[in-house]
Nanobody, 120 residues
Framework: QVQLEESGGGLVQAGGSLRLSCAASGRTFSSYAMGWFRQAPGKEREFVAAISWSGFTYYADSVKGRFTVSRDNTKNTVYLQMNSLKPDDTAVYYC??????????????WGQGTQVTVSS
């Protein structure tokens, strides 16, 4: 069993930055693909970014060049550095963990979510 806890959300002006963190419990963190999804009001949950156990990263086109996903296996933590934020980035951001080599659309574990609000 893996438990995920996000932190770092908040209110920021357009053009600003935030860094989200996701702390994971469990001894096998390093073998999981990790990543982030988000859900805006009235919209479906969508993929944002992910990182494989080996460090391969991939992003949604909407955040490519602005967001960076990383992980620290010594701390069982995955991060999402978000720069040049836009009002359209406003959403609840969810951390996810997957036993597959790459993050799938149906991860095995979810965090509870953290709110990110970008004001114009």
């Amino acid at each position: 069993q893996v438990q995920l806890e996000e932190s770092g959300g908040g209110l920021v002006q357009a053009g600003g930055s935030l860094r989200l963190s996701c702390a994971a419990s469990g001894r096998t963190f390093s073998s999981y693909a990790m990543g982030w999804f988000r859900q805006a009001p009235g919209k479906e949950r969508e993929f944002v970014a992910a990182i494989s156990w080996s460090g391969f990263t991939y992003y949604a086109d909407s955040v490519k060049g602005r967001f960076t996903v990383s992980r620290d296996n010594t701390k069982n933590t995955v991060y999402l550095q978000m720069n040049s934020l836009k009002p359209d980035d406003t959403a609840v951001y969810y951390c996810a963990a997957d036993r597959h080599p790459l993050l799938t659309v149906y991860p095995d574990y979810w965090g509870q979510g953290t709110q990110v609000t970008v004001s114009s």
